[in-house]
């Protein structure tokens, strides 16, 4: 089992940044491929971004590049991902995910997720 858990979310101007952490325990942390994805109101979840195992390789979801960056701290057992240039359009639960297997973005293939932490970008 895998427990996760997020912080960092909140309010926040269009055009500023947050800085999201998911705290991983129960596994090796290095096993996991680690994703996160948002879920705004009356929408589906979407992917966001993913990292590697090793941190050596990232994708992102076309709305977030080059403002998101995802990174991993496998000796502090955390991802993080680093917003810059938020939009309202950015406003959702943001989730953090894990799986053992894919380094993919589909949310069907991450087996552990945390609960979530609100984002809101205002205007």
């Known amino acids: 089992q895998v427990q996760l858990l997020e912080s960092g979310g909140g309010l926040v101007q269009a055009g500023g940044s947050l800085r999201l952490s998911c705290a991983a325990s129960g596994r090796t942390f290095s096993r996991l491929v680690m994703g996160w994805f948002r879920q705004a109101p009356g929408k589906e979840r979407e992917f966001v971004a993913r990292i590697s195992r090793s941190g050596g390789s990232t994708y992102y979801a076309d709305a977030v590049k080059g403002r998101f960056t995802i990174s991993r701290d496998n000796a502090k057992n955390t991802v993080y991902l680093q917003m810059n240039s938020l939009k309202p359009k950015d406003t959702a639960v943001y989730y953090c995910?894990?799986?053992?297997?894919?380094?993919?973005?589909?949310?069907?293939?991450?087996?552990?997720w945390g609960q979530g932490t609100q984002v809101t970008v205002s205007s």
């Open positions: 995910a894990a799986n053992a297997y894919r380094a993919v973005a589909d949310p069907s293939a991450y087996d552990y």
